[in-house]
């Protein structure tokens, strides 16, 4: 009996984390497809002929990318 008391506990525990994991990697992929959204939304802007923000983003991505090395 006593066993199966601290299973029941620990399950839940267990379950419980899980589901707290799922949703906030949830949010943070919602979040990475909001930048890759932004990242393509400024290269379209790019290409209609606005440079200065198309510069920008490159700009930014050449110093992370230089960071990462």
């Known amino acids: 009996m006593m066993m199966t008391n601290i ?3 620990l399950y ?3 379950t419980h984390s899980l589901r707290n994991q799922r949703g ?6 919602i979040a990475l497809a909001g930048v890759i959204l932004a990242v393509f939304a400024a290269i379209q ?5 606005d440079t200065a923000v ?6 930014t ?8 090395d």
């Open 45 to 49: 802007t790019v290409f209609d002929g």
């Open 7 to 9: 299973m029941q506990s």
């Open 12 to 14: 839940a525990k267990v």
């Open 24 to 29: 906030a990697q949830a949010i943070e992929w």
């Open 61 to 68: 991505l050449s110093n992370i990318i230089g960071k990462l």
């Open 54 to 59: 198309g510069k920008a983003v490159s700009e």
